[in-house]
Structures are given as C-alpha cells and as structure tokens.
C-alpha cells in the first residue's frame, strides 16, 4: 500500500500518527497546501484503507482511527541513526526504560534495510551509557500521560510532593511542555489553583489523571520552555549561596562550573561574576575549585558558619594531600 503513496500523503500520514486531532487548516498550512488538496488527499488515504475519520467543531478536522496499521518505516540513513543513538543514550532520569529501549531497537533492526541494520547493530554493540544520575527517576507511565496532556492542552491532576513540604498536595493544572534537565524531567503548567505558571520536578508527583476537559493553550511567558525551566531552576533557593569574580569569559566560567547561564554575569569578553549555589558545602566547594586560583569571592549578605567551616577544613585536607603526594615524590627519587 505504502508504494502507492505520494511523499505528500506520507507526510500527511505522518502527521495524523502524531496527534490525537487536526484540523483542515493546520494540516494545509504544515503540508504547505490549500484545504481542497488537504480534502482529496484525505479521500485518497480512505481509498487505500487507513481509516481517517473526520470530526466536528469550528472548523471540523480529521483523525486516524486507533489501532490503524502503520505503513513500514521510511528512514533515510540519518533518521535511522539518530533514533538508534537516542534508544541507546536516552533513558537517563526514567525509571526501567532500559530494557523496553534496547526492545524497541532490536525491532527498528528488523525494520531496516540490511545497509541501514547493519549500521544500526554496531552502534548498539559500541554505545554504552553510563548512569551518572543515580537520583530519583521519572516513571515513564507518569511522562506519557503528562506528554499527551500538553500535546490535547488537556487539564491533569496529580498530587505533588515539594521538597520542603513533606506531605503531597493536589494540584490541578494546564500542561504545556515537559524539560528534561540535568538528568531529571520537568512539567512546566499552569497551575489553576495559583492562577500561576509552575514548574514541576516530574519524579515527585504522582497518579496524574486526564480531565477529559481541554481547553485552549496559553502563551508560556518568554515562549522557550528550556529557558523557563533553566530560569525556574536559578532562581530556586538554596542552603549555600556565594558570589564569584572570576578572570574568565561567560562561556568558560559555564563549562567549568556547570552553572546555569542565569547565574553568570558578563562583566566584559574576559571577566564575569557567578553566583554558587547548593544544599550541600562540598558542592560550593568543587565549584571554587574549578574557577581557579584567582577567583575572588565576593562577602555574602548573611553568615554562613556551616559553609565556612566546610571550607576550611577542605583546604586543610588538600593541603595534607599535597605534602603526602611530595613526600611520596621525594621517597621515590631516594638512590
């Protein structure tokens, strides 16, 4: 069937795989055609088999009904490469998605034409990621329901755990996007009881549950939902907060301490400040360290004695590793 397939059609059974709903005049504006070509390609689809069902509202639309067959995979070799490099890196921050990717890339083998499997087949014997986040993981159940609601702007409720309040409170919001982050997942909606945008570390929350009622999408403030979240997360407060002078340009003063780029300051193309900032002193610690020997850091606005403390005490410990490193130096060069 697939053979008899225009690539416009194609692309316009792509489209209908993708979403729940579309209507007439968002198919033809994605296709770059009228309504009418959008009308006769639909009859065509019916023709061939696929059952496109249209629906009512404004402006009416059309849908694919569940469980219709799709057409065998078309993948161009750059397409198939990159689904099988993100089934085989990609389960960072989800919980037992291991096993379900490497399933579901054993089948896209399959699929494939013997040029393209072959391919396919060295990079998942190569490719082995490596868990560094051992931290709290989103449940994939929990993402795909979240990752429906924003793409039918469908209302969900859930309870939510805040980590400075021990005990989960309902929340019942708008979803718009779902970030994954610093190997965590998070939901940015707009929560209905705050009348207020959110941000929603996705491994603390649980039982989201549709509405069934939908409503229409609003505009996230800024309209880039990475950017959101990396603000959301700079903004967060934090048990330890320095500020740094550094003789270093934006982008190095990034790649070294891992900061967001709300938390550095450009002063000119080679200085800028940064503020640190972490529940724990040793991470402050390992940030300092990084930005080298003249960083200056700046008086903070309120004491920090633990932080202090921890500071110090680090200095003392490398310091006694630097004589133990240059005493074991000198044992070695003893004739």
């Not at 509405?211 to 903004?235: C, E, K, M, N």
Request: charged share 25%.
């Amino acid at each position: 069937m697939t053979q008899d397939l225009p690539a416009r059609m194609l692309r316009l059974l792509s489209l209908l795989q993708t979403r729940r709903e579309w209507s007439g005049v968002e198919l033809a504006e994605r296709l770059g055609v009228t309504g009418r070509t959008v009308r006769r390609d639909i009859g065509r689809l019916r023709e061939l088999g696929y059952p496109v069902e249209g629906t009512t509202g404004h402006a009416g639309g059309y849908r694919l009904a569940p469980g219709t067959d799709l057409p065998p995979l078309l993948l161009d070799d750059e397409e198939a490469i990159a689904i099988a490099v993100a089934l085989r890196t990609a389960t960072c921050g989800v919980t037992g998605v291991e096993d379900t990717a490497l399933r579901a890339l054993a089948k896209l083998e399959q699929l494939l034409p013997a040029r393209l499997r072959h391919q396919v087949a060295a990079l998942q014997q190569a490719v082995v990621p490596v868990p560094w986040n051992d931290g709290p993981r989103a449940d994939p159940a929990a993402l795909a329901v979240l990752a429906a609601a924003c793409r039918d702007h469908e209302i969900v409720t859930f309870d939510y755990r805040n980590k400075r309040a021990p005990d989960p409170t309902a929340r019942r919001v708008e979803p718009h996007a779902l970030v994954a982050a610093g190997g965590r997942w998070y939901l940015i909606a707009h929560d209905l009881a705050a009348d207020a945008w959110r941000t929603f570390r996705v491994d603390r929350l649980t039982g989201p549950t549709p509405t069934g009622r939908r409503v229409a999408a609003r505009d996230l403030p800024g309209g880039d939902p990475a950017g959101y979240v990396a603000a959301t997360i700079a903004a967060a407060p934090a048990r330890h907060t320095l500020r740094a002078s550094v003789p270093l340009d934006a982008a190095t003063t990034r790649a070294r301490t891992g900061a967001l780029p709300h938390r550095i300051h450009p002063v000119d193309d080679h200085h800028c400040t940064v503020d640190l900032t972490a529940d724990e002193p040793l991470h402050i610690a390992v940030q300092l360290l990084t930005l080298g020997p003249d960083t200056t850091v700046h008086p903070t606005s309120h004491p920090q004695p633990e932080l202090a403390a921890h500071l110090e005490e680090l200095g003392r410990r490398l310091l006694r590793a630097a004589r133990a490193v240059t005493k074991a130096g000198d044992q070695d060069q003893t004739p």
